[in-house]
């Protein structure tokens, strides 16, 4: 049980984020929520959480692209429930398009917000998971952690990003009681890959069904669609005692993409 822990966990507003957030506190973990949205919706969630699970909930408004808000965010759960135990960086955008044409602030915007704000997240949390000698850091990377699509050179490039991110930071706090991996997810239906299909139908010239069976699930051979709550699962299975001395792993839950 994470009782007493803190978890921050970046982009929990909506998709596999929230549903981590949620499968946290359910184990016990206080939670700080971060993400855009109905602010409305957003206190919502955060009550409900509070309510449901019987532990405390923030949400952080921090922008995943602007390295002083990460700070901040980490500072905020700091002070507010006495340190950060576990560290889920899950934010991420998507943009599909050739990559002569790929607008060059979306190639930012996605280095900052898929990869780089793990850099800034994790920099700010591992001091305090050092003093205390345990922490749990999970990387939401993806299967295009593994290998490549076409049109998603920055989401692809930032993926594999991640997964080095992720071993490098594991070798390093190896021997203090920090375990460090990643879960590669293949294709999961939230907004995310729901905002993708119109973009995609043009880049490659399909109808919605032609995108959701011949690009999404081809790509699975279990044709079928990973759940939000099967990746949070996996989450706590890492945040766990039994998962100790599992670090530095990239784990994959794509239906057998990339056994292929
Ligand atoms: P989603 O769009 O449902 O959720 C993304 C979350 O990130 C939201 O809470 C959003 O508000 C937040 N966010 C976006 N930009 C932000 C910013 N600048 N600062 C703070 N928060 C920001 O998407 P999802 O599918 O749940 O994706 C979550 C993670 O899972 C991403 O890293 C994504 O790359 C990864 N992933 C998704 C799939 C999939 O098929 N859905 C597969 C593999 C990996």
Same mark, same amino acid.
């Given at each position: 049980?994470?009782?007493?822990?803190?978890?921050?966990?970046?982009?929990?507003?909506?998709?596999?984020?929230?549903?981590?957030?949620?499968?946290?506190?359910?184990?016990?973990?206080?939670?700080?929520?971060?993400?855009?949205?109905?602010?409305?919706?957003?206190?919502?969630?955060?009550?409900?959480?509070?309510?449901?699970?019987?532990?405390?909930?923030?949400?952080?408004? #921090?922008?995943?692209?602007? @390295? #002083?808000?990460?700070?901040?965010?980490?500072?905020?759960?700091?002070?507010?429930?006495?340190?950060?135990?576990?560290?889920?960086?899950?934010?991420?955008?998507?943009?599909?398009? @050739?990559?002569?044409?790929?607008?060059?602030?979306?190639?930012?915007?996605?280095?900052?917000?898929?990869?780089?704000? &793990?850099?800034?997240?994790?920099?700010?949390?591992?001091?305090?998971?050092?003093?205390?000698? $345990?922490?749990?850091?999970?990387?939401?990377?993806?299967?295009?952690?593994?290998? &490549?699509?076409?049109?998603?050179?920055?989401?692809? &490039?930032?993926?594999?990003?991640?997964?080095?991110?992720? %071993?490098?930071?594991?070798?390093?706090?190896?021997?203090?009681?920090?375990?460090?991996?990643?879960?590669?997810?293949?294709?999961?239906?939230?907004?995310?890959?729901?905002?993708?299909?119109?973009?995609?139908?043009?880049?490659?010239?399909?109808? %919605?069904?032609?995108?959701?069976?011949?690009?999404?699930?081809?790509?699975? @051979?279990?044709?079928?669609?990973?759940?939000?709550?099967?990746?949070?699962?996996?989450?706590?299975?890492?945040?766990?005692?039994?998962?100790?001395?599992?670090?530095? &792993?990239?784990?994959?839950?794509?239906?057998? $993409?990339?056994?292929?």
């Amino acid at each position: 049980t994470l009782h007493s822990k803190t978890a921050v966990v970046t982009g929990s507003t909506s998709g596999i984020g929230l549903a981590i957030a949620r499968a946290l506190a359910q184990a016990g973990a206080n939670v700080v929520l971060n993400g855009f949205g109905d602010a409305d919706a957003i206190e919502t969630e955060r009550a409900g959480i509070e309510r449901e699970f019987g532990v405390k909930a923030l949400h952080s408004p #921090a922008d995943m692209a602007k @390295p #002083a808000e990460i700070e901040a965010m980490i500072r905020l759960a700091e002070r507010s429930f006495g340190g950060v135990d576990i560290l889920v960086n899950n934010a991420g955008i998507q943009f599909v398009s @050739p990559v002569e044409n790929f607008p060059v602030e979306k190639w930012d915007q996605i280095l900052a917000i898929n990869l780089s704000s &793990a850099f800034h997240a994790i920099r700010a949390a591992v001091p305090g998971m050092k003093a205390r000698k $345990w922490g749990r850091i999970v990387n939401t990377a993806s299967a295009h952690s593994l290998v &490549a699509s076409p049109f998603k050179s920055a989401y692809v &490039a930032a993926k594999h990003g991640i997964a080095g991110l992720t %071993k490098t930071v594991a070798l390093e706090v190896a021997a203090d009681g920090i375990t460090v991996n990643c879960i590669s997810p293949g294709y999961v239906w939230t907004p995310l890959v729901e905002k993708q299909i119109p973009d995609t139908m043009k880049a490659r010239n399909m109808t %919605k069904e032609q995108v959701i069976n011949d690009v999404f699930l081809e790509a699975q @051979p279990t044709k079928q669609f990973v759940t939000v709550d099967q990746v949070a699962a996996l989450a706590v299975f890492l945040c766990s005692d039994a998962a100790s001395q599992m670090t530095g &792993a990239n784990i994959a839950m794509d239906g057998g $993409w990339t056994a292929v």
